[in-house]
């Protein structure tokens, strides 16, 4: 990998986020996650394809699990009306199942993760440095769709 040119091509494939695209993996972000700094969007969306093929794919999940992107989550401030409706679009291609929507987004300090059940109205906070929910209005907003 001396380059930008021999950056790993990963096919992101349309069951994953609803949309059908090509990751380029650049190895700052690769030594950005062996150093243990902030990841990146990518790689972020990189583990959850690993986590949808070994996981979801292997044991048949894909009728209780779905992910929804971090590339469009991360969106929200500049573009909150696409953003809500991709969500929308997510849930609704989903209404007949009670499928748990796992939402990855980065409240500016530090990746939290949403774990949501549309159909039941339940959203799950989870945050690896216990923050507090409320002090992310802007994610209530996005997520009050």
């Known amino acids: 990998m001396g380059s930008s040119n021999d950056s ?3 096919h992101m494939n349309k069951d994953i986020f609803g949309d059908e695209y090509i990751e380029y993996l650049e ?3 690769m030594y950005d ?6 990841l990146s969007v990518t790689v972020i969306s990189l583990y959850i394809r690993f986590l949808y093929e070994k996981v979801v794919c ?4 894909s009728n209780k699990y779905s992910f929804l992107s971090p590339h469009k989550m ?4 500049l573009d909150p009306d696409n953003v809500k409706k991709y969500i929308v679009d997510m849930f609704l291609g989903n209404i007949e199942s009670d499928k748990l929507f796992l939402a990855p987004y980065n409240s ?8 949501i059940n549309a159909v039941s109205e339940v959203i799950y906070y989870l945050d690896p440095v216990h923050g507090n ?9 996005m997520l009050d769709t």
């Open 8 to 10: 790993p091509i990963v």
């Open 27 to 29: 190895k700052e972000q």
């Open 33 to 38: 996650l062996l150093e243990h700094k902030e």
């Open 58 to 61: 292997t044991r048949k999940l």
């Open 74 to 77: 991360s969106m929200w401030k």
């Open 108 to 115: 500016g300090a530090h990746w939290v993760l949403f774990a």
């Open 133 to 141: 929910y409320s002090n992310h209005p802007e994610i209530k907003t």
